[in-house]
């Protein structure tokens, strides 16, 4: 029984061992092997943490994962991790730095962790969700249609910079991921303290949600209930920061695509109907 506990831990470092591997022997790069050996490790022993009810397991991942992107690969090595570095290197045809980050963490990875990034390696959240307002206080707002407006702006940003020929493009994309993260976290905290939602930011104005949300939608870690045991007293719905409608196993149930891996629902289930 005590293995069977640590089985999600297990499976998700394996998962990022075997992309640690693959992409160090295809491109040659010893660096992809320690880059996504230390995420996948960081990620494995916060789940470990989780499993031992340690109560911040969640937030020390994020800051595993998120402060090793935001200050190691952004300011010291001066990769842009953000939408704008991923439009860069696709320009460019170049596979490497946040092309593969992109394709790995939030167009193809949420088939097996749906918003995982999201709930635990995200350095925009990671402040985020230190603010006070963990549980929404207020109905969910008509204002997703933001995201799509950044998500075209951050495109058309970087598309006329190669059919201009902008020279210096290199040193732009080092500022645009400065005054991006700089934006981010203003309108998130802004956003968060108006709506009284720490995730009022990931749920209207992120752009990076247009690529997870597909996927999403088919993922393989998700939250389930036990129907035979859940009772109907709404606390999951409650506590869910991301306004899912926790209590169904429908893939198309009421923003079923948001879903973060929280685990708030679960720790929150009286009865216990819920399980990842």
């Known amino acids: 029984m005590k293995i069977k506990k640590y089985l999600a831990p297990i499976a998700m470092w394996?998962?990022?061992?075997?992309?640690?591997?693959?992409?160090?022997?295809?491109?040659?790069?010893?660096?992809?092997?320690?880059?996504?050996?230390?995420?996948?490790?960081?990620?494995?022993?916060?789940?470990?943490?989780?499993?031992?009810?340690?109560?911040?397991?969640?937030?020390?991942?994020?800051?595993a994962v998120g402060l090793y992107m935001l200050v190691?690969?952004?300011?010291?090595?001066?990769?842009?991790?953000?939408?704008?570095?991923?439009?860069?290197?696709?320009?460019?045809?170049?596979?490497?730095?946040?092309?593969?980050?992109?394709?790995?963490?939030?167009?193809f990875g949420p088939l097996l962790f749906g918003r995982g990034w999201c709930g635990y390696a995200c350095w925009t959240a990671m402040v985020l969700d230190l603010l006070p307002f963990k549980t929404p206080a207020a109905a969910r707002k008509r204002w997703g249609f933001v995201r799509y407006i950044v998500f075209a702006v951050s495109l058309v940003f970087v598309g006329f910079l190669f059919l201009f020929q902008v020279p210096n493009k290199e040193n732009i994309m080092w500022w645009s991921f400065i005054v991006g993260n700089i934006l981010y976290y203003a309108v998130g905290i802004m956003l968060a303290f108006k709506c009284k939602d720490n995730r009022a930011f990931c749920k209207y104005v992120c752009p990076v949600t247009i690529?997870?949300?597909?996927?999403?939608?088919?993922?393989?870690?998700?939250?389930?209930?036990?129907?035979?045991?859940?009772?109907?007293?709404?606390k999951c719905k409650r506590v869910c920061p991301m306004n899912v409608e926790v209590p169904s196993n429908s893939r198309k149930k009421r923003n079923a695509t948001e879903c973060i891996l929280c685990m708030r629902c679960v720790e929150e289930c009286p009865k216990g109907a819920l399980k990842l």
Request: proline fraction near 1%; charged fraction near 15%; aromatic fraction near 20%.
């Open 14 to 63: 394996l998962i990022f061992e075997v992309i640690a591997v693959v992409l160090w022997l295809a491109l040659d790069n010893l660096f992809y092997l320690f880059n996504f050996s230390y995420i996948g490790t960081a990620i494995a022993l916060g789940l470990i943490l989780y499993t031992q009810k340690k109560k911040y397991a969640r937030n020390i991942v994020q800051f």
């Open 72 to 107: 190691y690969l952004g300011f010291l090595c001066r990769e842009n991790m953000q939408i704008e570095g991923f439009w860069y290197y696709l320009f460019l045809g170049v596979f490497e730095a946040a092309t593969i980050h992109y394709v790995v963490a939030k167009i």
């Open 211 to 234: 690529f997870l949300k597909p996927m999403s939608y088919f993922s393989l870690f998700r939250i389930r209930v036990d129907e035979d045991k859940c009772v109907s007293c709404g």
